[in-house]
């Protein structure tokens, strides 16, 4: 397997005793590309070609008010398969407000907007 780092994110994220950002839902702070990735145990069929995308929560900054995770942040998780090998990439939900460092909703009304 080869690990591709990208430059970590600064986070505003203050410690918290929130389940949603703990445990198994502890924020991650960077994206990487994994390429060839090791199969544990079998094989990938070689006939299957194609994504597998999850969008999940991902806090980077500290929330407005109460935090919910679909008020948050979030991060889009790709596994693509081809030729029985299978590779991984992760990349954060970008918007204007994430990308000055504050986050960047008051709720789930709240508009997105891209970075400029």
Not at 10 to 21: M, Q, T, V
Request: glycine share 8%.
């Amino acid at each position: 397997m080869k690990l591709e780092r990208l430059p970590p994110i600064r986070s505003s994220l203050k410690p918290s005793n929130h389940p949603y950002l703990n445990g198994a839902w502890t924020p991650l702070m960077e994206e990487v590309n994994a390429f060839d990735l090791d199969v544990i145990e079998g094989t990938i069929p070689r006939d299957i070609d194609g994504l597998y995308l999850r969008n999940t929560e991902n806090q980077v900054h500290q929330p407005l008010g109460r935090y919910h995770p679909f008020d948050g942040d979030g991060m889009i998780h790709q596994i693509s398969f081809k030729d029985g090998r299978a590779n991984y990439r992760n990349r954060y939900d970008i918007h204007r407000r994430w990308c000055r460092g504050r986050p960047g909703w008051h709720g789930a009304r709240a508009p997105a907007q891209r970075c400029q």
